[in-house]
């Protein structure tokens, strides 16, 4: 058992030392030196020596063959020639198929390269007119002599050869009837001497500084209990924080901080190894697809945790691959573009703000974006619509689509259609991000940012159902809170839950939903309140796809170390695995990939419900208007009022006795200014307030020159709802329409039509001197018939010509009939069908409507929406219940013309 | 061979000394949502994630409810056996050290392999390997290779019982 351990370790260090040879080999196919060569020699002669003593015959044949080339060639006995370089390939690749095979290479037929290789250092002496009889002779006894010292010198559990067997060997030598070769050989085994005391050093050795070999499990281990003392420490700082002196405990908490990070280190390896091995993969690539092509390679110092090293070589293969076979053009193609007809794929590595961006780039051709969209649409992944408006960025990203591949002839090379996907796949899952950038004719360029550790990941601590979650930053796009008063809310499609997330359907799901136990007690159904609360879920990423995780609270962010589910909990795909909080309790860590996967998330069906929903609704106008902060006041016991929150001033108590009588009008000094009160019964037909109240609210307004204050005998509340106006039952155009607030008729207050009541003299006069002339065609467009019609009502009262649309797709079905017709279009940002953002941003995409100015009109005061109207492209912006805005608005554009 | 002894309701059960880690006390079960009810949680054994499986619901019996007496069978994993089982000896359990809950620990008993009975067909469970008679008692002896490798389906859609695999 021993033996056979020792045979694999044996075993992996040999292949090691195959890639020295490969890299050698590339090395002196680009420029010969003795460096190198010295460097070939003691690889193969390390391979010859340790496969002697396992009597892996086949292999000790070809190594020697091959050592025996090397060392003629160092000595200048044959003189290196470049057609040599595909011999000594050829040699490497066998060794290596030996290495890997089962019975070691016994059964492999290697004659021929080993009469090959003897064929070359033949050949070569012949030109320089050596007797050829006489080296084979002595190639002969070389070989038999050297396998006799090797096994003597190496003897298990001591590699330092004992002084008298050098005395034996060397005497064996001295008496050798050999005059040629001794020199040869009394070099031969000086150098022996004094290889062979190195060698175990030199195994696994990496760059520069002395290493020695250990288990990756003990690593592992050490990395485990490393995080447990990190908890422990933790505790008792928390226990002992009381106590004065804590001066040891405050060291050994530095130390246990160090000793963590060192333990870390100790899993980060220098990313060379993965790179320079592409260096054989581009020139067999290079000649299979014939085309020149050279491979750079930059920052192999730079290290990462193994287990991503381990995890970036297949995409790294693959796309090194697509450079290749589709990035580089043939070089007949190159030189007619004026490009070097050898194509250059740059690999580099480097650190760069904490994360290590690898970079793989190529002078070729670059990826064409239509090739790609073309081929997008051909497989049904985008529409016609969208082939159309994509921006070629995005086109070349859907390279990351499954399925896609450009190459027109698929080879066995690349264009199997399994690809780009799922490179991205496995980056994402390493917790990285991959992009593209390319140029049409001069190249393309991916770059991979990845995390430096793996195994400890920035998360953010959750909470769902009083337990606690963890969910990796790097899968998590953002949190987002739905207040009752928002104004987009988690809606149902086909008993799903889905939030318009920046103009995309995303799926909401509950853990429950996730973990299948929401049907399981049928106590546990969320009755419909829950629905109406504030609600809290975090945006997760699964490639292209997004979807939300209700959470309960977020706890905090913690970096975590991920521990893989137990085998026995395989099956639960939504979790990526556990970890050990800082408090030591245990969290589940989210998987978005495995909820997604789980779920069978398609947020395309999703979209395409909505569309057919949509399509519903335009038949069946849904009641989808903003809310609004509304004052509610009463005048009298009965009477219940609201006016916009947004418009109020201020609201001040006054006792019965500081209202005054000014010419027949009631007033009252507030801060030094005179208030003319307005009683709401001398508009409306209310009855009148009773004297005995001994006090009164005063509702001042933000309406400039309406110095006026509205008496309300209680103030009931400042609430945000939806308004659904009806009409007025008896028409009074100081009531905005009547609504149901707190279980009361309520009447909402049309203010500016107030002020113009109370002094019409210094309103109509001032405010709205523009005169609309004919030809001025005002578009309205607003869902709710009730505020349509307000709204037309306050532009036709002062000149203008208006046509209305109850949504934006309405309204550009009348704008391109006769685009010219219309000098302004006023518009309501919510609205079913198609919204005032869409509506916009259609407009100022084409031409024949660009001129046309658009002013938003809502009922949200807030500075956020205004400017939220204005980056979406409207030209102005004014809010729907204030009648002195929207005029100046208008003015103001049709001053501009 | 030693046996570790111990309690699920009234019934005494017994598992291979060799085949355990160690035992502990009841600390805290972290649940892992949507996973069956056999599975208590996970554990915190000093920075080792464990999952712990209740015995009782194993056994087809009543749940192990925890209490100060009832404890925590830590099972090697294959390494930790096969090590202590020494060279020669390939056996597996499982690739994760887990636990599992059982009422209460009583003894340990020295059993020799004449004393090993075939279990009862009135009796048979797929996890029980032997019956012991000893002072009086009757004890079997368990298979904690089967219990250890069940196949755990995540609940889904009203299916609440678990389903072993044989």
């Known amino acids: 058992m021993n033996d056979l351990k020792a045979l694999k370790q044996f075993l992996g260090e040999m292949s090691e030392r195959v890639e020295d040879l490969e890299e050698g080999l590339r090395e002196l196919e680009i420029a010969y030196s003795l460096d190198v060569i010295n460097k070939l020699f003691r690889a193969t002669h390390t391979i010859k020596g340790g496969c002697g003593f396992f009597g892996l015959t086949k292999i000790t044949q070809l190594s020697h063959a091959l050592e025996d080339l090397m060392m003629k060639i160092r000595d200048g006995e044959v003189t290196f020639q470049s057609n040599m370089i595909e011999n000594l390939y050829v040699a490497c690749d066998a060794l290596k198929d030996m290495l890997d095979a089962p019975d070691h290479g016994d059964s492999f037929d290697i004659a021929f390269i080993c009469s090959d290789l003897s064929k070359l250092i033949k050949d070569s002496i012949n030109i320089q007119s050596v007797g050829e009889a006489e080296i084979a002779s002595l190639n002969e006894n070389t070989i038999q002599d050297i396998k006799e010292i090797k096994t003597n010198e190496i003897i298990p559990g001591g590699y330092e050869p004992s002084p008298e067997n050098n005395q034996e060997a060397k005497n064996n030598y001295k008496n050798a009837d050999l005059t040629v070769g001794e020199m040869q050989i009394e070099d031969k085994f000086k150098e022996e001497k004094t290889r062979v005391p190195v060698e175990p050093e030199e195994i696994g050795q990496t760059l520069g500084g002395e290493t020695i070999k250990v288990k990756v499990e003990l690593l592992d281990r050490l990395m485990e209990l490393t995080g447990e003392i990190v908890i422990s420490r933790n505790q008792l700082l928390r226990q002992f924080s009381e106590s004065v002196n804590k001066s040891t405990l405050s060291t050994m908490a530095q130390m246990i901080s160090d000793l963590q990070q060192l333990v870390l280190e100790t899993r980060m390896q220098p990313i060379g190894g993965t790179l320079t091995k592409f260096n054989r993969v581009v020139r067999d690539l290079s000649k299979q697809v014939n085309k020149p092509i050279r491979l750079k390679i930059k920052g192999e110092e730079t290290e990462l945790d193994r287990g991503i090293i381990e995890a970036l070589s297949d995409p790294l293969t693959h796309m090194i691959r697509n450079c290749a076979s589709h990035g580089i053009e043939d070089a007949k193609s190159r030189m007619t573009q004026g490009k070097d007809p050898t194509g250059s794929i740059w690999l580099s590595a480097k650190n760069e703000g904490g994360q290590v961006a690898i970079t793989i780039e190529d002078d070729g051709a670059g990826i064409d974006a239509f090739k790609v969209k073309n081929k997008a649409l051909n497989l049904g992944l985008i529409s016609s619509k969208e082939f159309e408006e994509i921006s070629e960025l995005d086109a070349i990203n859907l390279i990351f689509s499954p399925g896609l591949s450009t190459a027109e002839v698929v080879s066995d090379l690349s264009g199997r259609g399994v690809g780009m996907d799922v490179v991205r796949s496995i980056v994402e899952k390493l917790g990285g991000v991959i992009s593209v950038e390319s140029n049409k004719g001069i190249g393309s360029k991916f770059v991979i940012y990845l995390p430096t550790t793996l195994t400890i990941m920035s998360s953010l601590i959750v909470r769902i159902d009083g337990d606690r979650f963890a969910i990796p930053h790097s899968e998590l796009k953002e949190v987002i809170l739905v207040r009752l008063d928002d104004e987009i809310q988690i809606e149902k499609i086909m008993d799903r839950e889905v939030f318009r997330l920046r103009g995309s359907l995303i799926p909401i799901l509950e853990m429950r939903e996730i973990t299948g136990i929401r049907n399981l007690d049928p106590n546990k159904i969320i009755n419909e309140d829950e629905t109406r609360r504030e609600r809290m879920f975090l945006v997760l990423n699964s490639g292209a796809t997004q979807f939300g995780v209700v959470i309960d609270s977020i706890d905090h962010t913690e970096e975590i170390v991920i521990k893989p589910l137990p085998i026995i909990l395989n099956n639960h795909s939504y979790y990526a695995g556990s970890s050990i909080l800082g408090d030591s309790d245990v969290a589940m860590v989210l998987s978005a990939n495995g909820i997604c996967q789980s779920q069978k998330l398609n947020t395309q069906d999703l979209n395409s419900h909505h569309t057919i929903r949509k399509s519903m609704m335009e038949h069946q106008i849904i009641d989808m208007q903003e809310k609004q902060d509304l004052l509610v006041f009463r005048f009298g016991d009965e009477h219940q009022f609201a006016v916009p929150l947004s418009l109020i001033n201020k609201i001040e108590r006054i006792e019965s006795n500081q209202i005054e009588n000014i010419a027949y009008k009631k007033s009252v000094n507030l801060d030094g200014k005179n208030i003319l009160l307005v009683f709401l019964d001398e508009f409306l037909e209310l009855p009148p307030l009773l004297d005995k109240q001994n006090s009164y609210f005063v509702i001042t307004t933000k309406i400039e020159r309406f110095e006026v204050g509205i008496i309300a005998s209680s103030i009931e509340a400042s609430i945000n709802t939806k308004l659904n106006l009806d009409a007025p039952p008896i028409y009074n155009n100081i009531v905005l329409g009547i609504t149901r607030l707190h279980e009361r008729i309520t009447m909402v207050l049309d203010l500016f039509s107030l002020a113009e009541k109370v002094s019409p003299e210094r309103f109509k006069a001032k405010d709205y001197s523009v005169v609309p002339l004919e030809k001025d065609q005002l578009l309205v467009i607003d869902d709710t018939p009730f505020f349509r019609d307000l709204e037309k009502k306050y532009f036709e009262s002062v000149g203008f010509h208006v046509t209305v649309a109850s949504n934006g797709k309405e309204a550009l079905e009348i704008l391109m009939q006769k685009p010219s017709k219309f000098n302004l279009v006023i518009s309501d940002i919510v609205m079913p069908v198609m919204d005032g953002y869409e509506l916009v941003n259609i407009m100022k995409n084409t031409p024949e409507l660009l001129g046309i100015p658009i002013i938003a009109l809502t009922s949200f005061a807030e500075e956020g929406h205004h400017k939220k109207a204005l980056a979406a492209g409207f030209d102005g912006y004014a809010v729907k219940t204030n009648k002195e805005t929207i005029l100046q608005a208008v003015n103001s554009f049709l001053v501009a013309e | ?166």
Do not use: W
């Open chain 2, 1 to 166: 061979m030693l046996y570790s002894i111990f309690r699920i309701h009234n019934n005494l059960f017994g598992v291979p000394i060799i085949s355990i880690l160690e035992i502990v006390r009841y600390s805290r079960f972290y649940p892992v949502m949507g996973s069956p009810e056999i599975i208590d949680g996970l554990i915190n054994l000093r920075g080792k994630v464990v999952p712990v499986i209740n015995s009782g619901l194993v056994l087809d019996g009543e749940k192990v409810t925890p209490s100060d007496d009832s404890r925590i069978y830590i099972f090697k994993n294959n390494l930790e056996l096969n090590d202590a089982l020494g060279d020669g000896f390939n056996s597996e359990i499982s690739s994760d050290n887990i636990g599992l809950h059982v009422d209460s620990v009583c003894n340990v008993l020295h059993v020799d392999k004449q004393e090993l009975q075939q279990v009862p067909e009135n009796i048979s469970h797929p996890f029980y390997s032997y019956v012991v008679r000893k002072n009086e008692e009757f004890i079997i002896i368990l298979k904690p290779s089967q219990i250890l490798n069940l196949d755990i389906k995540p609940t889904q859609n009203h299916e609440l019982k678990f389903r072993y695999q044989i």
